[in-house]
């Protein structure tokens, strides 16, 4: 088991180490190394995902990433930007498929801003396809036009088979779970999303036992706070994909509780929490190290086949948060604030 590590930038570096020490903790046998990307690349290497780090990524079978992006690097020129690195590695491993499961635990019902009711007992999985859309369409740039006035352009598109991939990976899901698929659209508006829709429900004839609905992206973004508990799985493109999955992270109390797979066609994944560097309280042991450590029980369950280990890991969290233990952004009164580490070492206490 060959794990790439790439801590990024901003709070990656403190949450990726409480991750490495469950990993450690684990006991499995795993392979670490690390390697910059994103602002760390670029300091190290002059690029946001330096070749050797590309190299590293290519030969491991998972990658284990924190977060990559801080202001100090939004000056640079777009290609030498954090974010690029993170986008061209999603592309270069071909990680079509980004799952992002938003699941409460129990006792941070009262951590959501949404009345408990609610949330408790959400158990949502978002499939965001990761390699299309209009973050990697052309033409894209901004250019001056004749009358010496600037545009910009970015272009929405997406092929079928692309659309087919992430759609069976959506049904296979559901097919694991309670077989309801929603797909997100705007399917009204943009002729993009009205292909979407039309393979989507070509896709599901091979599915007959799953239940497949229709959503606009507006209504869907509406109906993720009034009635969350609707929805088993949602599948959708790119951007819809990346608004709709922090809006649903939220439900679960924290956008610190979120993890993420970006897998290939070979389940060779890389994993990540869904929030990003905040390079506000980078360097403070305050961040939430739980959605980095979740995202390594997704690496086991999803790379690994290792099942009973990755329940392992979530039924730790479970305990941990039983427990009362609590970092700042699920602090709620009564219950024990501690750092990020203290709350890796908690984990790793639990396990
Ligand atoms: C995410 C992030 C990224 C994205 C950024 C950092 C490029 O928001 O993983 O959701 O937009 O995909
Ligand atoms: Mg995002």
Redesign the pocket.
């Known amino acids: 088991m060959k794990i790439a590590v790439l801590p990024g930038d901003g709070i990656g570096p403190e949450i990726v180490a409480q991750a490495v020490k469950v990993i450690k903790a684990m006991n499995i046998g795993a392979q670490m190394q690390e390697a910059p990307i994103g602002g760390a690349g670029y300091e190290a290497a002059g690029d946001p995902l330096p070749e050797a780090t590309l190299k590293l990524a290519k030969e491991s079978d998972a990658v284990l990433l924190g977060?990559?992006?801080d202001w100090k690097y939004d000056t640079l020129p777009r290609d030498k930007r954090p974010?690029r690195g993170?986008?061209r590695i999603r592309k270069e491993l071909n990680l079509f498929a980004?799952l992002r499961p938003a699941v409460l635990y129990p006792e941070l019902a009262s951590a959501s801003t949404l009345k408990p009711e609610v949330v408790s007992g959400l158990d949502i999985m978002i499939v965001r396809e990761?390699t299309g859309d209009i973050?990697f369409g052309q033409p894209r740039g901004i250019s001056t036009l004749e009358n010496g006035e600037r545009e910009g352009i970015n272009t929405m598109r997406y092929n079928e088979s692309e659309i087919r991939r992430i759609g069976r990976v959506a049904f296979d899901i559901a097919m694991k779970r309670n077989k309801k698929v929603c797909s997100v659209d705007k399917a009204n508006v943009l002729e993009t999303t009205e292909l979407w829709r039309q393979v989507m429900i070509e896709l599901s004839k091979d599915y007959p036992e799953v239940e497949l609905t229709h959503m606009y992206v507006d209504n869907a973004a509406m109906q993720l706070v009034r009635a969350p508990k609707q929805f088993d799985v949602m599948v959708t493109g790119?951007i819809f994909g990346?608004i709709l999955?922090?809006e649903a992270s939220m439900l679960t109390g924290s956008i610190g509780m979120l993890p993420?797979a970006s897998l290939d066609e070979n389940n060779k994944g890389m994993y990540?929490p869904?929030h990003?560097s905040a390079p506000d309280i980078a360097g403070k042991n305050i961040a939430n190290p739980l959605a980095t450590i979740l995202s390594v029980s997704m690496m086991l369950r999803y790379t690994f086949n290792m099942a009973a280990e990755a329940d392992r890991i979530e039924k730790a969290v479970g305990k941990v948060l039983a427990n009362g233990v609590r970092t700042a952004d699920i602090y709620t009164e009564g219950t024990a604030k501690v750092s990020c580490s203290e709350m890796g070492d908690a984990v790793v206490a639990a396990l």
């Open positions: 977060a990559v992006g974010e993170l986008l980004n990761l973050y790119n990346d999955s922090d993420s990540e869904s990003g």
